[in-house]
């Protein structure tokens, strides 16, 4: 009995972004410093020895905080990087971008 293989487009990522607002990338930046703070804090609360419900409420509100920041990555690839590849014309680069932003909001999907 043979297996099925899967045919997957393999995806060769870009070393940067095609455009990021210089708006949007402070506003990612400044986030993702507040996280790095709210990570500290938790990372005292652990070594403090805090009340486990109080570490994992201020854990939680870390994984808010990164998934601001990943709603507004996504957005913007959406709007610049994927847009851009769909209509390039290029059909060997659209099918790449179609399964990548499968995988994309499958991993990302609450």
Known sequence: MQKKQKSKVRHHSPAHARHVDA?????????????????????KMVEEERYCPDVLT???AIHESLR????IL?????????????????????????????????????
């Open 58 to 60: 201020q854990m939680s």
């Open 68 to 71: 601001s920041v990943e709603r």
């Open 74 to 110: 996504m957005k913007n690839h959406l709007q610049h990087c994927a847009t851009e590849a769909l209509r390039s014309g290029d059909e060997i680069k659209a099918q790449q971008t179609y399964d990548e932003l499968t995988e994309l909001f499958y991993r990302h999907a609450r």
């Open 23 to 43: 708006g949007v990338k402070e506003n990612m930046l400044l986030r993702l410093r507040r996280v790095e703070g709210q990570v500290r804090g938790v990372q």
